[in-house]
């Protein structure tokens, strides 16, 4: 056990204490949560938002910047994956189950249920509803995800550090990074991580189980929830045991494939000719809007505000408490790229696939919508299985989609399990199967107990509050990697002369 740090232990400890409350005490837990969730929400909103904002920013100016030049490995480093992989394993670790859940729900949300600009059912309404999904699946996150990840390469790749978030806060923190200091960033990371995949896994279990209902009415409930995350919890822990060449690549490269052909079956069976009218429109709107949207806190419009509280601040927290997962992730493998390569193909290709997924399914399900299907009506994970019964082939789409939805589901936990344990494990690129297999399975358990006490709110509440204190590593890191990299091109130009 000497591979294993005290990271894992800590964390471990964290963990069973607060899903050891919501199971003594569900009621006591959901209030609290509650609580600091509605504090968090209304009090950093503006700060998230901000935040996150700094970040595409900074990405935008690493791009044209001297330091695109920059290498992330040795400068005689190359891709270890194709791009066509590459981008399959960034895209399937960093959105996976969500675009099913939300690809038909949210667009429609924002139509018919809850606005942001306050009209429902009208054609302005359409359009802000595509907007706002491509804002919160967009360039900020990509771009949140880019530059953590562009930090942990470079530190780990670039200049030999462990692969772990304390690593890239050395330029300001010097040696204290490999003591208790460093632990305790550590341990943000991966409770973090932790909640923020086990929120995804009981979304995927969710869906799945809402999937099985419509097809071959299977009941809906945590019987039937616990024999889904076992089977998947079975599946991508043998996926991470094969390593990240076999299992985790293979099972990228299927779900964009997989993606493609659901989107293109909605692209030919839905609305066509508007589907490619709206994403052009809606992608002009978001483009023009981006500023605006980016620092919207709507600080004298309450219902507004209770809006952007319940989806834009609540996505900046989600996508923060996914980013040491995430970010670890594409890191790993993307050594070799120049930090231009890296950042313009983390931002752009993921952006490109995800705007179009939600216009295409958006669209459809509105369309559906004004012709009298009642999918607004309908719980969130069912949307999309009651649009596709609105169309043909609707159970053979169902069909697909279930299992693009287990192959996200299994994805994004193998690639979260092998992440987990190499912050367990002191950076290791190879962390033991043994503490892969105690992360695989804790995630699952703890998205099945918070399931079953409390339901999907609970693991919403949790995750944003422990998105908060590691937007605070987030912002000590773009001061640690400016510093790093103005240093290295200072070696680069002396080496030179």
Not at 210 to 215: H, I, Q, V
Request: aromatic share 14%; net charge positive; proline share 3%.
């Amino acid at each position: 056990m000497r591979k294993i740090s005290n990271v894992f232990y800590i964390t471990i400890g964290l963990i069973v204490l607060a899903v050891g409350y919501g199971v003594l005490a569900p009621q006591s837990f959901a209030e609290q949560t509650g609580k600091i969730q509605n504090f968090v929400a209304s009090a950093f909103g503006w700060y998230y938002l901000m935040l996150l904002s700094v970040l595409v920013i900074i990405c935008l100016f690493l791009i044209f910047s001297p330091f695109g030049k920059i290498r992330l490995g040795k400068d005689t480093d190359k891709p270890e994956f194709s791009t066509v992989s590459w981008i399959a394993m960034l895209f399937s670790a960093g959105m996976g189950i969500g675009l099913v859940f939300y690809g038909a729900a949210e667009p429609l949300s924002h139509y018919a249920v809850m606005s942001s600009n306050g009209e429902l059912n009208t054609p302005a309404a359409f359009k802000e509803g595509l907007r706002q999904s491509f804002f919160h699946w967009g360039i900020h996150v990509w771009a949140m995800y880019g530059f953590v990840a562009l930090s942990l390469a470079f530190f780990q790749f670039r200049k030999g550090e462990p692969g772990l978030i304390s690593s890239t806060l050395k330029p300001i923190f010097g040696d204290k990074m490999n003591g208790p200091w460093g632990v305790l960033v550590d341990v943000l990371a991966v409770f973090a991580t932790a909640f923020g995949v086990a929120t995804t896994l009981g979304f995927g279990a969710v869906q799945i189980n809402a999937g099985l209902n419509y097809l071959f009415g299977v009941s809906i409930g945590t019987q039937s929830q616990f024999i889904i995350i076992f089977i998947v919890t079975v599946l991508f822990i043998i996926s991470a045991w094969s390593g990240l060449s076999k299992g985790i690549q293979y099972l990228s490269n299927l779900n964009l494939v997989l993606a493609v052909a659901l989107l293109i079956l909605v692209v030919i069976l839905g609305p066509t000719l508007l589907i490619f009218n709206m994403y052009t429109d809606s992608l002009g709107g978001y483009i023009a809007n981006f500023v605006k949207m980016s620092f919207s806190t709507s600080p004298l419009n309450s219902d507004n505000r209770q809006w952007l509280d319940a989806w834009t601040i609540f996505y900046w927290a989600w996508w923060i408490s996914w980013a040491p997962f995430v970010s670890m992730f594409i890191a790993r493998v993307s050594k070799g790229r120049t930090i231009r390569e890296f950042l313009i193909g983390v931002m752009i290709a993921p952006t490109i696939l995800c705007t179009f997924w939600f216009t295409a399914f958006g669209t459809t399900a509105i369309e559906a919508q004004k012709v009298g299907v009642k999918l607004a009506d309908k719980a969130t994970e069912l949307v999309v299985f009651e649009l596709f019964n609105t169309m043909p082939w609707g159970v053979f789409i169902s069909i697909v989609a279930i299992i693009l939805i287990a192959s996200f589901f299994i994805t994004s936990a193998d690639s979260a399990t092998f992440v987990l344990g190499m912050q367990s494990s002191y950076g290791s690129l190879t962390p033991p199967n043994s503490i892969k297999l105690i992360w695989g399975v804790l995630q699952s358990a703890i998205a099945l107990i918070l399931l079953s006490v409390n339901g999907l709110e609970a693991l919403q509440n949790t995750i944003i509050i422990a998105a908060l204190p590691f937007s605070f590593v987030i912002l000590l890191m773009i001061f640690s990697l400016l510093k790093a990299l103005n240093t290295e091109l200072g070696l680069i130009k002396a080496k030179r002369k």
